[in-house]
C-alpha cells in the first residue's frame, strides 16, 4: 500500500469513529459540504470585493426596517465565538423616537465636552478628514440604535473571560451581517458612555461597548475618502 493511501482513514474506520463519537453526547458531528479549491477561489475573491465596499455611513435615512431584520442580525452577531462559550455580550435594540431623542441628547453633550475640552490636538487631528463634529443627528434619522453591552461578569456573578476580544469579534460579525444585507451603520463610540446604562436602565454587570446606529443610507450620503492598507502592508507570509 502506498503511504498516501495508508494515511486517509478507510470509510469503515471513519464511520466507526463517528460512532463512537455519536455516542458521546457532549459532541456531534460537522460535515458540512467542503468546497472545491476553484470554489474557494472563487468565494474569497468575492467576499473581499463584497466587504472592501462597506463604509462607515454618517447619513441615514429614515426609511423603516422591520424588527424582524434586526432579530436575525442580533442573532447573526450572536453567533460568534467567544471565551469559554460565555458569549458576554448583550444587544439592546432601540427603535422608540423619545428614546432616541435622549440618547442623541446626552451623546452630543458628552461629544461636546470632547471637541471642545477633553481631546487632545492631535486627535482632533487625525478625525479632521472625517468631518466629524459634536452634532449626531444620525442618532435620531437611523430607524434603529444597537446599543452593544459588554458583561465583565455574566449576571450571576460568574466569571466571563476575553470579554473585551469576544464582544469585539462579535460586534465585527455584527457589522458585516448589516452590510451583508444591505445596510448600512456607524461604529459610534461617544466617549464616555456611561450615560447609556442609566437611560437604558441597565443592570451592573453591564457596561456599553458599541453604540450603532443602522439603517438605509440617506440618498444624499457621502462617505470620506480614505486609504485602506495594502496586503503588504498588514500581512507577512512565512512560508
Ligand atoms: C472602535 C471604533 C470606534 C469608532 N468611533 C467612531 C465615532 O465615535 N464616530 C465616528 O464618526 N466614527 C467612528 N468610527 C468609525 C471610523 O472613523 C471608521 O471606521 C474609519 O474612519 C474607517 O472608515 P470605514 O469604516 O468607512 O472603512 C469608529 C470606528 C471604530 C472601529
New binding site residues.
Partial sequence: MREKERARPSQRSLRRSIEMKAQDKSHKAYQPSLPSESELLAKSAALREQMEQ?????FFSSREVPERVIQDLIMTASSAPSGANKQPWSFVAISGTDLKKKIRKAAEKE?REFYEHRAPDSWLKD?E??G?DAN?PFLETAPWLIVVFRENVDPMGGKNYYVQESVGIACGFLIAAIHQIGLVT??????PMNFLSSLLDRPANEKPY??LPLGYPAEDAT??V?E?KSLEEVAQFYR
Avoid at 462597506?54 to 454618517?58: D, G
Wanted: glycine share 0%.
Fill in positions: 462597506r463604509r462607515s455611513l454618517r461629544e478625525l478628514p472625517f466629524t449626531k456607524l461604529t459610534h463610540t461617544p466617549s458599541l453604540l462617505v470620506p480614505i485602506k
